[in-house]
């Protein structure tokens, strides 16, 4: 759904699969609708949906479009990380299966509202560091978002 999206912005000749260094291009997996700690079984991998992806500076080098970090952050079209709970082979095609839908009522797209200035939804923000998925630097950045909140 997201090439859809950037192919108003960006020549068609850039976005070609894997365009914007991700691992798994899928249908289906949006930020609002997955929930942080949702599993996922794809091919014969289970992966768990942890973090919104952060494009670094090298992905608007090889676009050629160095505000193009800014522009995944504003539009909110970040994409998802997975972090492997049980190794497997996924290959094209595949099904996409929610294995155990996560109890935290916090989603993707909240985390990617997070990198945006604020304010921020104090509860929101005490939602996220709740679930126990985070990685430091996630943590760290919502901790500092509840104390600005709190000022």
Known sequence: E???Y???????ELLLPGAFGENLTTVGLL???????DCF??????LLAVQPRQPCAKLGIRL???????EFEQAGRSGIYFRVQQQ??????D??????????????????D??????????KVQALLATPYLSASWHARLTRLLAAAAK
């Open 2 to 4: 997201h090439y859809a």
């Open 6 to 12: 950037w192919r108003q912005f960006l020549p068609a």
């Open 31 to 37: 930020e609002d609708a997955v929930r942080v700690g």
């Open 41 to 46: 079984r794809m091919g014969t991998a289970v």
């Open 64 to 70: 050629g479009r160095p505000s193009v970090v800014r």
């Open 88 to 93: 497997g082979v996924v290959q094209a095609g």
């Open 95 to 112: 099904a996409i299966a929610l294995v155990e839908r996560s109890p935290y009522a916090v989603t993707i797209q909240d985390m990617v």
């Open 114 to 123: 997070c990198l945006a200035p604020g304010p921020h939804d104090p509860a």
